[in-house]
Nanobody
């Protein structure tokens, strides 16, 4: 079982990026797949998750309205489309697979069993 995140890079404020989380050995219908980010010295922040076959896609308040999570089951890949990026979005982004993921009062609560390596997103002019 393996998760591989990719798609990070340098983008100007207001720009967009799409991150990919390729899942190997994981059936997207059986796992909650979530995106996270972490800045050095801070706790990892849950951003969003996809709970196939449940169509609900909760988001953290910090990214709601700007980020969109989606899945391509044929490619066994989960995406995170990030629009209107801000300097404070600079972080290492990673994905995880687990049993539980939900949002409450703007925060993502989760239980992840597997983690992928991160991809760096830098938002700067």
């Amino acid at each position: 079982l393996q998760l591989q995140a990719s798609g990070g890079g340098l983008v100007q404020p207001g720009g967009s990026l799409r991150l990919s989380c390729a899942a190997y050995g994981i059936n997207l219908d059986n796992w909650k797949i979530a995106w996270f980010r972490q800045v050095p010295g801070k706790e990892r922040e849950g951003l969003s998750c996809i709970n196939s076959p449940d169509p609900t896609t909760p988001y953290a308040a910090s990214v709601s309205g700007r980020f969109t999570i989606s899945a391509d089951k044929a490619k066994n890949t989960v995406y995170l489309q990030m629009n209107n990026l801000k300097p404070e979005d600079t972080a290492v982004y990673s994905c995880g697979a687990g049993d539980y993921c939900s949002a409450y009062r703007g925060l993502i609560y989760h239980k992840m069993n597997y983690w992928g390596q991160g991809t760096l997103v830098t938002v700067s002019s």
